[in-house]
């Protein structure tokens, strides 16, 4: 698991272009957040940052859904399975 906070900007999409098949939870205040692809154009370079939010970042499907144990919605625009 990768895990960016927030300032981490670089780094994560860093991890976006070496993960483009992955996942990512798009980290929200007291546990909320949402779930992405890695390729979703709300969270990756150059309109999603870690500017406010940090990201949960996994290589796999079935990784992330174990990092996302809260259930946390799918997004609608890239909708993850
Ligand atoms: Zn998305």
Same mark, same amino acid.
């Given at each position: ?21 992955? #996942?990512?939870?798009?980290?929200? @205040? &007291?546990?909320? $957040? /949402?779930?992405?692809?890695?390729? !979703? ?19 796999? #499907?079935?990784?992330?859904?174990? @990092? &996302?144990?809260? $259930? /946390?919605?799918?997004?609608?625009? !890239?909708?993850?399975?």
């Amino acid at each position: 698991m990768a895990q960016f906070n927030v300032g981490e900007t670089k780094e994560y999409w860093g991890w976006l272009m070496d993960n483009p098949g992955g #996942y990512v939870i798009d980290l929200g @205040a &007291n546990g909320a $957040g /949402r779930l992405h692809k890695a390729t !979703c154009g709300t969270i990756s370079e150059p309109n999603g940052n870690c500017n406010v939010n940090g990201k949960c970042c996994e290589e796999t #499907y079935p990784a992330i859904q174990q @990092a &996302n144990h809260e $259930g /946390r919605q799918g997004c609608g625009i !890239c909708n993850p399975p």
